[in-house]
């Protein structure tokens, strides 16, 4: 299983609003995730915006992928994309994974 962590910013101004929106994540959002290979997904917020994302994979691209071929995925990129700074594009596309350098099992 691949490990996977991402960071990405969330704007200050919107940071209660997101973990609003992520309390009550859309059912067929969740399900999405799950199909697609997303497991043991968490998302964890500072206070200055820093989002960590993880979570575990067989195959992290092909993760993506699938995802970006669901439109309940569009529909829900199309909406966080308002809270993150620095994207050009979907925050999906913007996630900057980081490299693992140690693990405990």
Known sequence: MERVCFVLRVRPDRLEEYRERHREVWPEMRAALRETGWHN?????????LLVGYLETGDF????????????????????????????????????????????D
């Open 41 to 49: 997904y968490s998302l964890f917020l500072r206070d200055d915006g």
């Open 61 to 104: 691209e092909a993760a993506k992928a699938a995802m970006a071929e669901r439109q309940v995925n569009a529909r829900w990129q199309a909406e966080m994309a308002p809270f993150f700074e620095g994207l050009d594009g979907a925050p999906d596309e913007g996630m900057a994974a980081l490299r693992e350098v140690f693990h405990l």
